[in-house]
Structure formats: C-alpha cells, structure tokens
Nanobody, 124 residues
Framework: VQLQASGGGLVQAGGSLRLSCATSGRTLSNNGMGWFRQAPGKEREGVSCISNSDGSTYYADSVKGRFTISRDNAKNTVYLQMNSLKPEDTAVYYC??????????????????WGQGTLVTVSS
C-alpha cells in the first residue's frame, strides 16, 4: 500500500490550500482514510477522516467549518480542502489508512499505512 500526499505550500492567513492523497495497492472504496498533522514539538493529531461505507466525515474541533474532506474512489484519491487557514494550522500533513476495513478514527495510532507528508506553512 502506498500513499502519496501533495498540495502543501506557503499561504497567508485566511488563504486556502487543497491537499491530495493518491493511493495505490488498495481499493479506496474498502477503506477509510484520514488526514493528520504534526507541528514542530507536538504530537501527531487527527484532523479529519472519511468513512468508505457511507461517506461519513469527522473533524477535529479546531478545523470544523474550515476544512472539508472528500474522496474520489474512481481516482483512488482523498482530498482535504483547507479554507480560512490560520498560523496554528502550520504543520506537516499526512494521509493514512488503517489495515482494518470499514473503519475510521481520528486516532493516529489506529492507522497502519502513511504517506510521506506535505508541509503546510501559514504566515500571519
């Protein structure tokens, strides 16, 4: 299973970015997907996840109303649209998928396959 995250960059506060996570070696329709982030000196935290079964989405309180997760099963790709970005959103963002089918969580310890990360920097 391989995951390739992309779309990070430098943006001013209030701006937007869209992250993409392309997967291979796994059928996206069978597995949930999550986005996580890790800021310098902090633990990795869950940002958002999406169910494969009914498309249910979940968000950390810190990003609710600003971030939107979506998936395109035909392209085996998951997206994270990030709007109204704040300096505190600065982090390396990772996509991940669990070995367990039909399961999603915002707990990074429940995920088994990870992308390489993409850096998002929000300037004030």
């Amino acid at each position: 299973v391989q995951l390739q995250a992309s779309g990070g960059g430098l943006v001013q506060a209030g701006g937007s970015l869209r992250l993409s996570c392309a997967t291979s070696g796994r059928t996206l329709s069978n597995n949930g997907m999550g986005w996580f982030r890790q800021a310098p000196g902090k633990e990795r935290e869950g940002v958002s996840c999406i169910s494969n079964s009914d498309g249910s989405t979940y968000y950390a309180d810190s990003v609710k109303g600003r971030f939107t997760i979506s998936r395109d099963n035909a392209k085996n790709t998951v997206y994270l649209q990030m709007n109204s970005l704040k300096p505190e959103d600065t982090a390396v963002y990772y996509c991940a998928t669990p070995e367990r089918r039909h399961w999603v969580s915002l707990d990074p310890y429940e995920y088994d396959y990870w992308g390489q990360g993409t850096l998002v920097t929000v300037s004030s």
